[in-house]
């Protein structure tokens, strides 16, 4: 052969291997889109056994706040393995405590969380496990670069950071304090926490419009414009998408997570203008929310006459 047709040869295969290298990322990329929504409907038969036993609870604990100072209930505590971050209990609750665990089918952890009071479940001991657990990991979880305005470092994974890389649907886009299926201590969005109507966090989920548009669970990047921001969680093609378990028990797989927008709420002002809300709690493929008044009438109503 000679040196002609060696390059010949060399230059055929790099076309070849440009050509086939763009195939193997997508297919890779399928693959572990698969494999995502694999893991999301083992959680949500387990979750839909939990609710079963625990009177239509979602799995929670509570954890100490390092901003209220009082025990709150934690999503991200919902399942999975102790994480790195070092507030909200994330890196001590570790797997023998995280109360989804138990109701995998594949579990090799002790039931023992079963036992405690599903409204609040504060953690009394201090056994530290490192299982891995791996119903929890979505194998495109790309965790989020560093921003300065919610995190100083880059995460890598949202598994390794917290534990998990899915999410129960615990509060609104709003912020944290907008709970949505699992009670806060006060109703949702209250802007008075010191209110007369104060309770202990956690408790029964409350009735749902839609059990097939509601989400229970899904990946990290449902949350991704919280508060009008971006995580550049672009976990799915580059995409803000994701895999949603609703209440009924159905996936939902690749649905898009539109960029959050205000609209204004023109009946309350409280004295330090006008309030507004996050449109995109409702899509037309999901909602974060029991009922379409729920962020209105629980406290809206204390200001106007009706809800807009």
Same mark, same amino acid.
């Given at each position: 052969?000679?040196?002609?047709?060696?390059?010949?040869?060399?230059?055929?295969?790099?076309?070849?291997?440009?050509?086939?290298?763009?195939?193997?990322?997508?297919?890779?990329?399928?693959?572990?889109?698969?494999?995502?929504?694999?893991?999301?409907? #083992?959680?949500?038969?387990?979750?839909?056994?939990?609710?079963?036993?625990?009177?239509?609870?979602?799995?929670?604990?509570?954890?100490? &706040?390092? %901003? &209220?100072?009082? /025990?709150?209930?934690?999503?991200?505590?919902?399942?999975?393995?102790?994480?790195?971050?070092?507030?909200?209990?994330?890196?001590?609750?570790?797997?023998?405590?995280?109360?989804?665990?138990?109701?995998?089918?594949?579990?090799?952890? &002790?039931?023992?969380?079963?036992?405690?009071?599903?409204?609040?479940?504060?953690?009394?001991?201090?056994?530290?496990?490192?299982?891995?657990?791996?119903?929890?990991?979505?194998?495109?979880?790309?965790?989020?670069?560093?921003?300065?305005?919610? %995190?100083?470092?880059?995460?890598?994974?949202?598994?390794?950071?917290?534990?998990? &890389?899915?999410?129960?649907? /615990?509060?609104?886009?709003?912020?944290?304090?907008?709970?949505?299926?699992?009670? /806060?201590?006060?109703?949702?969005?209250?802007?008075?926490?010191?209110?007369?109507? /104060? #309770?202990?966090?956690?408790?029964?989920?409350?009735?749902?419009?839609?059990?097939?548009?509601?989400?229970?669970?899904?990946?990290?990047?449902?949350?991704?414009?919280?508060?009008?921001?971006?995580?550049?969680?672009?976990?799915? %093609?580059?995409?803000? #998408?994701?895999?949603?378990?609703?209440?009924?028990?159905?996936?939902?797989?690749?649905?898009?997570?539109?960029?959050?927008?205000?609209?204004?709420?023109?009946?309350?002002?409280?004295?330090?203008?006008?309030?507004?809300?996050?449109?995109?709690?409702?899509?037309?493929?999901?909602?974060?929310?029991?009922?379409?008044?729920?962020?209105?009438?629980?406290?809206?109503?204390?200001?106007?006459?009706?809800?807009?």
């Amino acid at each position: 052969m000679t040196m002609v047709e060696i390059l010949v040869v060399i230059a055929v295969l790099a076309v070849l291997m440009g050509l086939l290298l763009p195939t193997l990322s997508r297919v890779r990329e399928h693959s572990g889109e698969t494999t995502c929504a694999s893991n999301l409907r #083992q959680l949500a038969a387990a979750t839909l056994a939990y609710r079963a036993a625990w009177k239509d609870h979602l799995p929670q604990i509570a954890a100490l &706040s390092p %901003f &209220s100072g009082e /025990d709150e209930i934690i999503g991200a505590l919902f399942g999975g393995k102790r994480g790195e971050l070092d507030i909200f209990g994330i890196n001590e609750i570790g797997a023998d405590r995280r109360p989804l665990n138990a109701y995998l089918a594949t579990s090799k952890f &002790s039931a023992d969380t079963a036992s405690s009071d599903p409204d609040i479940g504060t953690p009394d001991d201090t056994r530290f496990l490192d299982e891995h657990v791996p119903a929890f990991l979505c194998p495109l979880d790309r965790g989020q670069p560093a921003q300065p305005s919610a %995190f100083l470092e880059a995460v890598l994974t949202m598994y390794d950071y917290i534990g998990t &890389s899915y999410t129960l649907n /615990d509060h609104a886009l709003d912020s944290e304090d907008c709970w949505t299926l699992i009670p /806060d201590r006060t109703p949702p969005c209250d802007p008075d926490p010191g209110n007369p109507d /104060d #309770q202990r966090p956690g408790g029964r989920m409350p009735r749902v419009e839609q059990p097939t548009k509601t989400w229970m669970i899904g990946d990290q990047p449902i949350y991704n414009y919280q508060q009008l921001g971006d995580r550049l969680q672009r976990w799915h %093609f580059k995409k803000v #998408q994701v895999n949603l378990a609703f209440l009924d028990g159905h996936v939902g797989i690749g649905i898009p997570v539109p960029k959050s927008s205000l609209g204004p709420v023109p009946c309350l002002d409280v004295g330090q203008g006008r309030v507004e809300h996050i449109e995109q709690n409702t899509t037309p493929f999901y909602t974060f929310l029991p009922n379409r008044d729920w962020l209105c009438p629980q406290w809206l109503q204390r200001y106007c006459n009706s809800c807009p």
